[in-house]
């Protein structure tokens, strides 16, 4: 494992309004100068201390009904319209207090903005020399960045101490990529895409391998359920398996109805429901308790995409599913969950989505926030929901 410290004695505390606001990392660097760069390169951090400083997630039911037809919506100042990309944008994540959000992707740059759909201003930009970035994700206890790309190892970002990790390659594994992953909602695990139908479990904590699991077919997608005592994967065979954690077993794998190559996963928050996504653009949505129980049919198959599902993401109160393709432009709908049927008025008519590659929804689910391969992060407003 490979340490950097970054200062961590400034907690994101330091402002110098000359600054560019870039911090950059290589292993040419020392640990010294990457501190004293990091020291001179925050901006806003008020508002970050804030964020860090709020314990509690704003996460928030709507207590209405969201009624299906016309999603009311409006475009607002694009969220990292002060320091777009000029590479494609595979990761937007807001932090759990709904004013961070992240942006990353292939300039191997990770970006934090403040929220506030007037002006969402930069706060930080790192850049990680030897990482084009496929993915990055907030820990759901917002302490941590896990970021990854097609390397055998991949980072972690320490918000408060200012500090980065690099990791791997893992212990008694040979994976070239680690760059599919997903954060257990109880922040404690990552679970890694592994080679030939394998799936890598690594503690947060120490960042150690702790587990493996292993599919009958390549490994492709993930989801986590239960408070991250349960794990969905999908893949190469067309079968969803649920794992449980607890004693790293299989208790249940069926076919995915129609499906030859599991592409995506999503769970609702409750956990109640699931979405599978494959390579043929159909998107299969099961109750998971009766899925479990032997019922194979989806409680719906929505075939709006015609190229590869590629995400999938319920919003926090599980009434809308984002579904969508980086293979064709505006590939992306907006499904009213309690009729399954698609929003009217989306994707906007006259403004392009471009390729979409990744989308995320804030806690209290104000805003919406959707990267694409132009390098531009789209937000919106949402306005049946009060909170951001």
């Known amino acids: 494992m490979r340490h950097i410290k970054l200062n961590p004695g400034t907690e994101w505390a330091q402002f110098d309004s000359r600054s560019r606001n870039d911090t950059s990392f290589d292993d040419e660097s020392s640990d010294e100068e990457n501190g004293a760069v990091l020291a001179h390169n925050y901006k806003n951090v008020e508002a970050v201390e804030d964020i860090l400083q709020t314990n509690e997630s704003l996460v928030v039911r709507s207590s209405t009904k969201l009624l299906p037809g016309r999603l009311e919506y409006s475009r607002l100042v694009d969220a990292n319209a002060e320091d777009p990309s000029n590479a494609p944008i595979n990761s937007v994540q807001f932090h759990r207090n709904a004013q961070l959000l992240l942006a990353a992707g292939l300039d191997r740059r990770l970006r934090f903005f403040q929220i506030d759909g007037k002006r969402n201003t930069k706060i ?60 257990s909602p109880d922040s404690s695990t990552i679970a890694f895409v592994g080679n030939e139908g394998y799936i890598l479990l690594v503690s947060t904590k120490t960042k150690e391998l702790i587990g493996t699991l292993k599919m009958n077919g390549t490994a492709r997608s993930l989801a986590f359920a239960d408070d991250g005592q349960q794990l969905l994967s999908s893949g190469g065979d067309g079968q969803v398996y649920h794992w449980d954690l607890r004693t790293r077993a299989c208790f249940h794998k069926a076919v995915d109805a129609g499906c030859i190559n599991g592409t995506s996963l999503s769970t609702s928050p409750n956990g109640k429901l699931f979405a599978a996504g494959s390579d043929s653009g159909i998107v299969n949505v099961y109750n998971r308790e009766e899925f479990l129980g032997g019922k194979r049919k989806p409680i719906k198959i929505i075939e709006n995409l015609t190229t590869k599902v590629d995400f999938l993401k319920f919003n926090n109160d599980a009434q809308i599913l984002a579904i969508s393709s980086s293979m064709k432009k505006n590939s992306l709908k907006l499904i ?53």
Not at 129 to 155: E, H, M, N, T, W
Request: charge should be positive.
């Open 336 to 388: 009213h969950v309690p009729s399954f049927t698609v929003f009217s008025n989306w994707p906007p008519l006259k403004k392009s989505l471009q390729y979409p590659l990744c989308l995320d929804f804030s806690p209290g689910g104000g805003f919406m926030a959707m990267g694409n391969a132009g390098g531009k992060v789209l937000l919106y407003k949402l306005h049946h929901y009060n909170h951001a």
């Open 124 to 183: 930080q930009s790192i850049f990680l020399d030897d990482c084009p970035i496929r993915k990055a994700s907030f820990l759901p206890d917002g302490s941590q960045v896990i970021v990854a790309g097609r390397r055998k190892f991949f980072y972690s970002f320490d918000l408060v101490k200012a500090k980065v990790d690099k990791i791997g390659p893992l212990v008694g594994r040979e994976e070239k990529s680690l760059e599919v992953f997903e954060v």
